[in-house]
């Protein structure tokens, strides 16, 4: 556990104090020049640094956490006093020529606002199902374009989210047991904890996985995935089947339970062509259908050799 917090922290470190130093830079010179741009440019970024943070949560030693919201804190505190302290004048709208209409003197009374909030965001959640085959019309996805995805509490489900149609910024997934897992590239980070017999088929820039056993893992990444507490775990590229020609592979696997210079006994790589598995690309609607593919699907409850 040292050597995985030492590792993550220290990488997490150098992006948030850089992203901390520059906000706090940017803060400083808007007191002397502050424009409404300016502090909704400040105020959005100053949220996408607590969600950097709220996405490392779990991956942290507990010291360093509280430090860095403590500066997360702070730099609100700093943004709501530099908004409270600025003249309502340098926020109005330019004045029209006086007119005698008291309606149209209502109208012209300037009203200090900030421009509207990026294209929506939103944090989706898919939990507690049991037998169930899951696609993306399950999830309240509305109008938004980008999204955190928190997968828990699955048994015995196959999710096929490949067509999803909005961006998914990082997956959270948590407590899953005999599913299959067919997910797309997403721009952002995979974190996932307690999954016993499961396949997962994903494409990230990063992959941590925690206390799982039985797990095949078909993935397109471009840093090496980082284990812990895991057992039995099976590594292969991205199918080429679900789109993943040009998608590189796993290149090495970094279990932070074996820190010795022989091979880990967790995990071990394999090659999907060989075993061919036939993807559950369609919607299955009763149990049966759902467990009769699992079946085939499946890694051996029995020790991967």
Request: charged content about 20%.
């Amino acid at each position: 556990m040292a050597e995985t917090t030492w590792s993550f922290s220290q990488e997490f470190q150098i992006q948030f104090q850089t992203a901390h130093t520059q906000l706090t830079q940017r803060v400083d010179e808007a007191k002397s020049n502050l424009t409404t741009d300016g502090l909704s440019e400040l105020s959005l970024d100053l949220a996408k640094l607590a969600k950097q943070l709220a996405d490392a949560t779990g991956s942290l030693p507990n010291y360093a956490q509280r430090q860095y919201e403590l500066q997360v804190k702070s730099l609100e505190k700093s943004l709501e006093d530099l908004r409270g302290s600025v003249p309502k004048s340098k926020f109005s709208f330019k004045r029209k020529a006086p007119v005698t209409s008291s309606t149209s003197v209502a109208q012209s009374a300037p009203t200090p606002s900030l421009p509207p909030p990026e294209p929506a965001t939103t944090n989706l959640t898919l939990s507690s199902y049991t037998r169930r085959y899951i696609s993306h019309t399950s999830l309240p996805i509305d109008n938004a374009q980008t999204s955190d995805l928190a997968i828990s509490d699955l048994n015995q489900c196959i999710v096929n989210l490949l067509s999803i149609p909005l961006k998914l910024s990082a997956l959270h997934m948590r407590n899953l047991v005999d599913t299959v897992l067919l997910l797309p590239e997403i721009a952002g980070s995979v974190l996932l904890h307690d999954l016993r017999r499961c396949i997962v088929v994903v494409g990230c820039h990063q992959f941590r996985m925690h206390t799982s056993s039985l797990v095949d893992i078909h993935l397109s990444i471009s840093s090496n995935p980082i284990i812990e507490h895991c057992s039995e775990l099976r590594f292969s590229s991205y199918p080429a089947t679900l789109g993943g020609q040009d998608k590189p592979g796993v290149l090495a696997v970094q279990d932070f339970s074996h820190i010795k210079p022989t091979p880990s006994p967790n995990w071990k790589m394999f090659d999907t062509n060989s075993i061919m598995p036939q993807w559950p690309l369609e919607v299955l609607e009763t149990e049966n259908e759902v467990a009769e593919q699992l079946a085939s699907l499946l890694p051996p409850k029995a020790p991967v050799n």
